[in-house]
């Protein structure tokens, strides 16, 4: 029996077994940034429900200033009663 210690077959699995356990606690690390790093994007991304819905509907001064320049535009003759009428009701409809 060999008296010095484990030998080079005991530092090889000792050495395994360090490396398999580093490689495994470092894959989860890598997986719980991915996750944060996933989440925060998402929520930058996809804004709070309430600001899409402000984002959606143009303020009331911003509505009637659209309104006065098809106006405009249409006194002007660029747009026809027809091309007015459609875009009045498209800004309605937002």
């Known amino acids: 029996m060999n008296r010095r ?3 080079l077959l005991g530092a090889m699995a000792r050495t395994a077994v360090v490396a398999g356990t580093a490689s ?3 894959g989860r690390v890598q997986q719980h940034q991915q996750e944060k790093f ?4 998402t929520e930058q991304i996809a804004p709070e429900p309430q ?3 402000q984002a959606a509907a143009p ?3 911003d509505l009637i200033n659209q309104l006065e320049r098809l106006g405009e ?3 002007q003759g660029v747009l026809t ?6 875009q009045k009701n ?5």
């Open 59 to 61: 303020p009331a001064d």
């Open 38 to 41: 996933t989440e925060r994007e």
């Open 81 to 86: 009663d027809a091309e007015f009428a459609a």
């Open 5 to 7: 210690g484990p030998g």
């Open 73 to 75: 535009l249409k006194k």
């Open 24 to 26: 495994a606690v470092s």
């Open 51 to 53: 600001m899409r819905q």
């Open 90 to 94: 498209r800004l309605l409809a937002e």
